[in-house]
Antibody
């Protein structure tokens, strides 16, 4: 079955960067679109962007351009998201999700990122 | 951006019908397809896809869940409500990129 396993919680200092991972199994990663999403209680869920694992092509929410960078490693069926220059506004739970035809069909368990000195 | 508006909460009794609404700031239909989808999220868990393209049940989702609507007005119905359905429900559009509603928390009366 489809599985998306995300890395553990992160505590990062303001101004630092963090790289989140999402290891997948149970589907053909190399022909899939992987999205990343941000959830903060109250403001709800925001789509950050997707990456096509086949050729590394990306599409970002304008709001997250320059903040998030999506990459994949096809050899390990893993998707990554780099978040740079972190501030308190970036504190959230981040999810990876398998994306098909506009829907987020399967989600990782989420990873909490805390930004604090 | 297309803005999706949901009521914050809905109180319902077990075995009754729950109707959760989602209104969009722009039409999310195109060529007869409604680009509206619904998710369920329980505390501490990831969201789960329930309904796609307005009214299609996702794989493994019980038939007591159904979706309807078109244009700018959509509804998720749960009938009958079971204890396991107590959760927050989000609508999401994919007509113009992807945006979510703020969620409706389903509570027991």
């Amino acid at each position: 079955q489809v599985k998306l396993l995300q890395s553990g919680a992160e505590l990062v200092k303001p101004g630092a960067s963090v790289k989140l991972s999402c290891k997948t199994s149970g589907f053909t990663f190399s022909t899939s679109y992987m999205s990343w999403l941000k959830q903060v209680p109250g403001p709800s869920i925001e789509w950050i962007g997707w990456i096509y694992a086949g050729d590394g092509g990306t599409n970002y929410n304008q709001k997250f351009k320059g903040k998030a960078t999506l990459t994949v490693d096809k050899s390990s069926s893993t998707a990554y998201m780099d978040l740079s220059s972190l501030t308190s506004e970036d504190a959230a739970v981040y999810f990876c999700a398998l994306t098909t035809e506009g829907t987020f069909d399967y989600w990782g368990q989420g990873v909490m990122v805390t930004v604090s000195s | 951006d297309i803005v999706l508006t949901q009521s914050p909460a809905l109180a319902v009794s077990l075995e009754q019908r729950a109707t959760i609404s989602c209104k969009t700031s722009q039409n999310v239909d195109n060529y007869g397809i409604s680009y509206m989808h619904w998710y369920q999220q329980k505390p501490g868990q990831q969201p789960k896809l329930l309904i796609y393209e307005g009214s299609n049940l996702a794989s493994g989702i019980p038939a007591r869940f159904s979706g309807s609507g078109s244009g700018t007005d959509f509804t998720l119905t749960i009938d009958p409500v079971e204890a396991d359905d107590i959760a927050t429900y989000y609508c999401q559009q994919s007509k113009d990129y992807y945006t979510f509603g703020a969620g409706t928390k389903l509570e027991l009366k």
